[in-house]
């Protein structure tokens, strides 16, 4: 006749086998789906299609020092009644003016990934063809330790194709290109200067545009970083 073990004997032997197992577990990396990382000090870390796009939001601020143009701080809507309204940074259409900002990139970023800048914009009045405002980014970014290097400028030429321009006040949106994310990491620093290219060829558009907001999509593969300074 088989031998059987006391209850309390299966029950000693499952917790020890629960226990291994945590110890394997405890010891190493854990992956779900071959996307998904619970590392081995808990940290949780997304790979491949579980990366997600986040925004960095940007606040320009504009100045008349420097030999800087600011654009004019102009008003936009109000409640159709005579409230206060509120205002925008509005660009001419003929002078170069410039905003300035310096923002650091999160420590959810994943390093070494490409940055997507791009500008949300509106109009006073008429409307854009889709081409004919160019929107410029002049900037320098760098690493924590690294040198900052003369600027670059990027354009940004064209509204995004998911939106169709029909008329005045409308939302619009251009994308700069990418820019390089190699050897950047957690904590990186750009410092930019953003303008309205009237001195661009395809800037052909007459009348004055507004400055809804800037921001760069960044991607993220955890939601901090295990130490201060380093990923």
Same mark, same amino acid.
């Given at each position: ?8 004997m ?7 086998g629960?226990?291994?197992?945590a110890?394997l ?7 779900i ?8 000090d808990?940290?949780?870390r997304?790979?491949?299609?579980a990366?997600?796009f986040?925004?960095?939001m940007v606040y320009?601020?504009?100045? *008349? ?7 004019? #701080? !102009? ?6 009644s $005579? +409230?206060?309204? %509120?205002y925008l940074?509005?660009?001419s ?15 959810s970023?994943?390093? *070494?990934s ?6 949300? #914009? !509106?109009t ?5 063809? $889709? +081409?004919?405002? %160019? ?6 970014i760098?690493a ?17 194709a998911?939106?169709?321009?029909t ?13 390089s ?9 750009i ?18 545009v507004g ?21």
């Open positions: 006749m088989p031998h059987k073990y006391p209850h309390n299966k029950t000693l032997f499952t917790l020890f629960v226990m291994c197992i110890l577990l405890n010891a190493q990396e854990v992956k789906n071959n996307d998904l990382v619970v590392e081995a808990g940290t949780v997304y790979e491949n299609s990366t997600v986040d925004d960095l320009p601020d504009a100045t *008349g020092k420097g030999g800087s143009n600011p654009p004019t #701080w !102009t008003f936009f809507k109000n409640n159709g $005579g +409230s206060q309204g %509120v940074w509005m660009f259409s003929s002078t170069e003016q410039e905003v300035y900002f310096t923002i650091q990139l999160p420590h970023y994943k390093v *070494g490409n940055i997507y800048p791009h500008i949300h #914009w !509106t006073a009045t008429g409307t854009p063809s $889709g +081409s004919d405002v %160019v929107w410029s980014l002049e900037y320098t760098v924590i330790g690294g040198t900052f290097s003369n600027t670059t400028t990027i354009n940004a030429t064209n509204i995004i998911a939106i169709t321009p008329g005045t006040h409308q939302h619009l949106i251009s994308s700069f290109p990418a820019i994310g190699t050897g950047l990491g957690i904590s990186t620093v410092i930019g200067r953003l303008y309205r290219n009237v001195n661009h060829a395809s800037d052909t558009f007459a009348n004055l400055l809804l907001g800037f921001d760069i999509h960044f991607e993220k593969d955890t939601d901090g970083s295990r130490t201060e300074f380093n990923k």
